[in-house]
Protein backbone atom coordinates (compact mmCIF):
# COMPACT_ATOMS: atom_id res chain seq x y z
CA UNK A 1 0.00 0.00 0.00
CA UNK A 2 1.67 3.15 -1.04
CA UNK A 3 2.48 5.58 1.77
CA UNK A 4 0.70 8.70 0.09
CA UNK A 5 -2.26 6.56 1.53
CA UNK A 6 -1.39 7.31 5.28
CA UNK A 7 -0.64 3.89 6.38
CA UNK A 8 2.87 4.28 7.47
CA UNK A 9 3.46 4.32 10.37
CA UNK A 10 6.97 5.78 11.13
CA UNK A 11 7.79 8.92 12.90
CA UNK A 12 9.63 10.96 10.06
CA UNK A 13 7.31 10.37 7.33
CA UNK A 14 5.66 13.77 6.13
CA UNK A 15 3.68 14.08 2.95
CA UNK A 16 5.50 14.85 -0.55
CA UNK A 17 8.39 12.68 1.02
CA UNK A 18 10.31 9.55 0.50
CA UNK A 19 13.39 8.22 1.91
CA UNK A 20 13.01 4.87 0.19
CA UNK A 21 16.67 3.66 -1.53
CA UNK A 22 19.44 5.67 1.17
CA UNK A 23 21.58 4.38 3.15
CA UNK A 24 23.19 6.28 6.00
CA UNK A 25 20.49 8.38 6.21
CA UNK A 26 19.54 10.85 9.13
CA UNK A 27 15.90 12.06 9.58
CA UNK A 28 14.65 14.50 11.91
CA UNK A 29 10.84 15.70 12.18
CA UNK A 30 7.99 17.87 13.88
CA UNK A 31 4.67 17.55 13.74
CA UNK A 32 1.69 19.41 15.08
CA UNK A 33 -2.08 18.76 14.78
CA UNK A 34 -4.74 20.51 15.65
CA UNK A 35 -8.76 19.67 15.86
CA UNK A 36 -10.98 22.17 15.70
CA UNK A 37 -14.29 20.62 16.14
CA UNK A 38 -16.35 23.23 16.09
CA UNK A 39 -15.74 24.06 12.55
CA UNK A 40 -15.00 20.05 11.52
CA UNK A 41 -11.71 21.39 10.50
CA UNK A 42 -7.91 20.03 10.94
CA UNK A 43 -4.51 21.90 10.47
CA UNK A 44 -1.13 20.64 10.38
CA UNK A 45 2.50 21.57 10.35
CA UNK A 46 4.80 19.56 9.47
CA UNK A 47 8.77 20.25 9.36
CA UNK A 48 11.99 18.01 8.99
CA UNK A 49 15.43 17.74 8.25
CA UNK A 50 16.73 15.21 6.11
CA UNK A 51 20.53 14.08 6.26
CA UNK A 52 21.30 12.13 2.93
CA UNK A 53 24.65 10.85 1.57
CA UNK A 54 26.46 12.78 -0.86
CA UNK A 55 24.84 13.00 -4.42
CA UNK A 56 27.86 11.72 -5.48
CA UNK A 57 27.56 8.49 -4.06
CA UNK A 58 24.90 6.36 -6.15
CA UNK A 59 25.52 3.10 -3.64
CA UNK A 60 24.36 5.38 -0.63
CA UNK A 61 22.26 7.42 -2.72
CA UNK A 62 20.66 6.17 -5.43
CA UNK A 63 18.28 8.98 -6.54
CA UNK A 64 21.35 11.35 -6.03
CA UNK A 65 19.04 13.42 -4.13
CA UNK A 66 20.68 16.56 -1.91
CA UNK A 67 19.82 16.76 1.93
CA UNK A 68 17.35 18.82 2.21
CA UNK A 69 14.19 20.44 4.90
CA UNK A 70 10.78 20.88 4.09
CA UNK A 71 7.52 22.40 5.47
CA UNK A 72 4.35 20.98 5.13
CA UNK A 73 1.25 22.82 6.09
CA UNK A 74 -2.15 21.54 5.64
CA UNK A 75 -5.77 22.48 6.42
CA UNK A 76 -8.51 19.61 6.18
CA UNK A 77 -12.49 20.05 6.33
CA UNK A 78 -14.83 17.45 6.73
CA UNK A 79 -17.98 17.56 5.61
CA UNK A 80 -21.68 16.49 7.29
CA UNK A 81 -25.42 15.44 6.48
CA UNK A 82 -25.69 15.10 2.58
CA UNK A 83 -22.12 14.99 1.77
CA UNK A 84 -21.06 13.19 5.09
CA UNK A 85 -17.92 11.20 4.87
CA UNK A 86 -15.92 13.35 2.31
CA UNK A 87 -13.25 15.98 3.40
CA UNK A 88 -11.55 18.06 1.13
CA UNK A 89 -7.52 18.85 1.70
CA UNK A 90 -5.27 21.73 0.78
CA UNK A 91 -1.27 20.68 0.93
CA UNK A 92 1.28 23.02 0.98
CA UNK A 93 4.99 21.53 0.79
CA UNK A 94 8.24 23.41 -0.01
CA UNK A 95 11.79 21.54 -0.15
CA UNK A 96 14.73 23.71 -0.02
CA UNK A 97 18.43 22.12 0.40
CA UNK A 98 20.29 21.91 3.75
CA UNK A 99 24.05 23.38 3.14
CA UNK A 100 25.12 24.14 -0.24
CA UNK A 101 23.27 23.72 -3.43
CA UNK A 102 24.93 21.12 -5.79
CA UNK A 103 26.47 23.00 -8.79
CA UNK A 104 24.39 21.09 -11.59
CA UNK A 105 20.79 21.18 -12.07
CA UNK A 106 19.84 17.89 -12.02
CA UNK A 107 20.67 17.36 -8.58
CA UNK A 108 18.27 20.22 -7.73
CA UNK A 109 14.88 20.05 -10.34
CA UNK A 110 12.01 19.01 -8.95
CA UNK A 111 14.51 17.37 -5.98
CA UNK A 112 14.93 20.78 -3.76
CA UNK A 113 14.27 24.30 -4.29
CA UNK A 114 10.59 23.76 -5.08
CA UNK A 115 7.27 24.18 -3.56
CA UNK A 116 3.78 21.60 -4.27
CA UNK A 117 0.55 22.58 -3.92
CA UNK A 118 -2.38 20.21 -3.41
CA UNK A 119 -5.96 20.24 -3.35
CA UNK A 120 -7.29 16.81 -2.13
CA UNK A 121 -10.98 15.59 -2.20
CA UNK A 122 -11.02 12.36 -0.32
CA UNK A 123 -14.77 10.06 -0.24
CA UNK A 124 -14.97 7.68 2.83
CA UNK A 125 -17.78 4.56 1.96
Do not use: C
Amino acid sequence: MPREWGRDPFYTFLQRERNDGYANLDALSFKLNYKLDKWRTKLFLGYGHYYLPPVSDAAANKYAMPSYRQLNLSWKYNFHRFLSGMDIQALYVHKAPLGPTPASLKYQFNKVNMSNYNLIINYVF
